[in-house]
């Protein structure tokens, strides 16, 4: 992800791995579609690109003064906030581009629109220091030889650049542990096999990529010690909404002994909720699981359910890594601490 | 699957749901491609396939008494018995078919080979007869207005048919119960979206896709009254081999406290075996996995693991449905009952 030229860069991750290709967003428009089509994606990219998305709708408005530039930037919130439903960050983003002008009383808005842009850049900058300290505090669970699950993708491309559930593992490599990774493909999107893999071969750490029905078995066999995935918001309570599969990973790593943990920066909770029955669940549309590169695998006149997230109840997770260290159950008092 | 002019044609299961084509078998090796590139699949039709592969193998030998043929058969079974080792069906058929010739004391080669195709004959017929009583049995278990989960395809196309774990969906809706099924679309290939769906469709039974990884969520939401799935290998403590995901449907299914049941002909028992662990598991080219439809999703150089089938622990089976009634534990006196 890139801001140049006056236009946000993102690698389109539906193109990947076949395609490395950059989209060029120039509108809060762009930014709109290409977070709703996931061109990006993970939670806290998604944050990042919408705090660009806000400053170019800044650029592109004609207030005069502080209180009509708001107007715009609240406008260009709200639709860029339609785009995706789950992913807390979004609106966190939005919420500090906002703040932005509400802490700055001139009605210099060529100024605001600076300090917009010097906000996003914060973001941004922000972001890789947490994920940095994120896979710090996560590769300390992990130990030469292990054996690591993970689902979707939690990775650079998720975020600024080095992730939040591979940060943990990019930085175990780093420390010389050999580990050995299994990736969920992750369906119906295959984050897992596309992006994921694609990540972490780039880092010369082993993978292997296993059907999502496989978990089962890899636990069983004894070769997983630790699962570590994402997370796109977390309760108040340590209840935490991930991509579709990682409830149902975490109950099989429950029935195997195998800890579960969610990595995930402080912008990732949502405080305000006491529990993961109040997160929102993006649908999206069947025809990303009835249709497979142009080809219909599901016959015509049947249905699909395509939930694209799950909540994983907090007493399936071990511990939330977050930039601050990990946090453990009890996750009420513990949470409350982390966000003091 | 059907016999005539002296070949068998076979429902070419990899071009479902997008194109109906028969495959003709002319010969041993014609049989045991269908079986290895899943042509025909499913425990009970690789078992009929397998019957009448011998036929053919019969047919083309120049073999001028009984010995001669036996040897000719044994070669015939072995080769097509190499094609995929976990169903224990086809080994079942190949055995019956072998022992037409051991019973049958005449070096009358032209009878014996009329023989061998009664007996393939029977194996189908005695299927439909079979998979109707399974129906019968399973659709016992289910009650109107119940949400029933299947895993890949236990249907018609997996048998003579009818069906073993469809075939109490089918008998159940026969029976004018409203019912609504869950099929896991089945990775890597698709049973439960390109054919289990195509069959219910078929049968006008109300039918929802989910992607294997959604099965948690949709137990979690109280959709699913019951499981059932079929089995390629039964041990004698009740232990089942069953399609890969089939081990963690069992597992989201007991952390959700609904029933899971396995349907399975008496074919498809290997008593002398005293555990799952005993089972072979087939493994798969990972290009199942890695490429579909002729695009490949992983990117070069990341390993795939790719195994055709699990074990599901007799612990996590609240019954089996057999043709003679729904065996329950302690499934080793009772499946021994089973076999007296």
């Not at 690109?49 to 107007?71: C, D, M, P, Q, Y």
């Not at 295959?190 to 893999?197: D, E, K, N, V, W």
């Not at 780039?202 to 978990?215: P, V």
Request: hydrophobic residues 45%; charged residues 25%; aromatic residues 6%.
């Amino acid at each position: 992800m890139e801001w140049r030229e006056d236009r946000l860069f993102l690698l389109d991750q539906t193109l990947l791995p076949r395609k490395v290709k950059m989209a060029a967003c120039s509108s809060v428009e762009d930014v709109t579609d290409a977070i709703r089509t996931m061109v990006v994606r993970g939670a806290p990219a998604i944050g990042i690109a919408a705090a660009f998305g806000i400053v170019l709708g800044a650029k592109a408005s004609t207030a005069r003064n502080r209180n009509e530039l708001l107007k715009d930037v609240l406008d260009a919130s709200e639709r860029i906030g339609s785009a995706r439903p789950t992913a807390v960050n979004l609106f966190w983003a939005l919420e500090r581009m906002k703040n932005v002008l509400l802490q700055n009383e001139t009605d210099n808005v060529s100024l605001l629109k600076d300090l917009l842009l010097k906000e996003a850049h914060t973001i941004l900058s922000e972001d890789r220091e947490t994920c940095r300290r994120i896979g710090l505090h996560g590769s300390a669970l992990i130990k030469e030889g292990d054996g690591i699950l993970t689902h979707c993708n939690a990775g650079g491309l998720a975020t600024s650049g080095y992730g939040t559930a591979l940060a943990a593992i990019f930085a175990a490599g780093e420390q010389g542990k050999n580990i050995k990774v299994y990736v969920d493909e992750t369906r119906p999107l295959l984050q897992g096999s596309r992006l994921t893999a694609w990540e972490l071969k780039a880092a010369g750490i082993d993978t292997t990529i296993i059907c999502d029905n496989m978990a089962g078995l890899v636990l069983k066999e004894g070769k997983v010690n630790l699962v570590i995935t994402g997370a796109d918001r977390i309760a108040g309570n340590g209840d935490a909404a991930n991509k579709i599969g990682t409830y149902s990973l975490a109950l099989l790593a429950e029935a195997h002994e195998v800890p579960f943990y969610v990595a995930a920066p402080r912008s990732t909770f949502d405080m305000k909720l006491q529990c993961g029955d109040q997160i929102p669940i993006e649908q999206r549309d069947p025809d990303e699981v009835a249709v497979f590169q142009g080809k219909r695998i599901v016959p015509e006149g049947v249905d699909v359910y395509n939930p694209a997230f799950d909540v994983t109840p907090h007493r399936l997770i071990r511990g939330i890594i977050t930039e601050k260290g990990v946090v453990t159950p009890p996750y009420e008092a513990n949470l409350a601490k982390l966000f003091d």
